[in-house]
């Protein structure tokens, strides 16, 4: 991480604690294994060892180049622990310009020609940043807001509390045809569009972790929230997730739970050990379906009557809706049949409920050992044992 640069060597370390040693020449190898795996170096030569377009999606965390001048105190004359590492210094703007355009020619070449990128940083870089990655062609889908709840605040008074860092969420290139979860980002919003505001706090508590002297291990640590919401809204199960600056492994920890496959680069041999470390320990969802991101464009349509024709939901059964205040009986053609009206799930939903519309895939729910199931759920198992 940084701008240190480690070009004559590269170490590549295997979750089993097994490490390959490359030097020089050997370099311009092709890497082949790099699956579920964390590369110990530069991350530009990293990255242009890799096979041309293998990465699905890029989340980077760059260094911010703060430009941090002298120790930042409290009003009590107590030191706030900043970001003061070495990997954020940089001797110029054009210094880091250039580390910049560097490690985005290795996305660049890693990237999938319809993957995407996810560039995090502050005002002291992102602009920065953004304008470089226009220049090589990148193009700007959104810029994404991460609102934190719990800020450090402005301890010596003189600017507003920065209460926010910005994210560039780009597509490798113009006609790229990217990936977009629409439906799993609504859904985590709670049936709304999700906006290009993400409130959440920073990474605090349990979820941040410690060295050995009790200390953070890592000054920069994202919470796992903000990376699930990443992963789940431009992957899929199996996808290809590559962090270059990977610190502790918070884009490999929620990776791997999510069944994302993840590559992860980093200079500093402690962080990439206590990165192994964590992502070992984490388990990830055991059905595939309960981590899927499928599209409604991308999914085969399935007609109620398939259900009945399966036996899934029995002719003659009785549907109800969540809170038990409306049944329908299910017809043997798929239909639906309330009291003297008869019609599909959707227009029987309406009817009762006196509406202008319904979707019945969500409203109607059959029952299944005492407990009401939406059939929707049905739905999806059949979507499964059909694809």
Known sequence: M???????????LLLDGESLVTHGAAMTKKITAYKNRIFQGDCAEAMNALPEGCVDMVFADPPYNLQLEGDLLRPNNSKVDAVDNDWDQFDSFAAYDAFTENWLKGVRHALKPDGTVWVIGSY???FRVGRIMQDMGFWILNDVVWLKTNPMPNFRGRRFTNAHETMLWCSRDQKSKYRFNYEAMKNLNDDLQMRSDWTMP????????????GAKAHPTQKPEGLLHRVIMSSTEVGDVVLDPFFGTGTTGAVAKKLKRTYVGMEQDEEYVRIARERISKVRPVNDPMLVDTPSKRTQPRIPFGWLVERGMVEAGSTLYDPRRRHAARVRADGTLMSGDFRGSIHQTGAHVQKADACNGWQYWCVEKK?????????RQQLRTQLH
């Open 202 to 213: 920073l990474c605090t508590g349990k979820e941040r972790l410690k060295g050995a002297d």
């Open 2 to 12: 940084g701008s240190k640069i480690f070009s004559n060597i590269l170490i590549l």
């Open 370 to 378: 005492g407990k009401l199931i939406p059939i929707d759920v049905l």
């Open 124 to 126: 002291h870089n992102i």
